[in-house]
């Protein structure tokens, strides 16, 4: 069963182990965390059998007027269950008191 948190809790490295494919320089788990972190909100996938972040979102923003997500993910293996849908929706509500909202993602990737 997938949960979805709205807050990092005690998450770690090893549970955001697997993202960032094809990047060819990614960041490491521990760089990860930190991005999250340092991140005005953030979303989390978590599969409960696991304990895994199998996907996430973040946000950062000036709390005002404007956002911007720069970071989108669902681990290969959980894709096409609509997690990242549902990231996105929670992510917006979070935001919705905001003028505008950027999501910038790779031409490719457009039609997700």
Known sequence: MIR?????GDT???????FFVGWPNPPSPQT????LQKS??????VDDTTGRVVGFINALSDGVL????PLLEVLPEYQ??????????????RLGNLYAVDLLCDPELQPF
Do not use: C, K, N, W
């Open 12 to 18: 770690t490295p090893e549970q955001l182990q697997g």
């Open 32 to 35: 990860h965390l930190r991005i």
């Open 40 to 45: 005005t909100a953030v979303e989390l996938a």
């Open 4 to 8: 979805f948190v709205d807050s990092l």
């Open 66 to 69: 404007m956002a911007y997500i």
């Open 80 to 93: 096409g269950q609509g997690i990242g849908r549902t990231l996105v929706e929670r992510m917006l509500a």
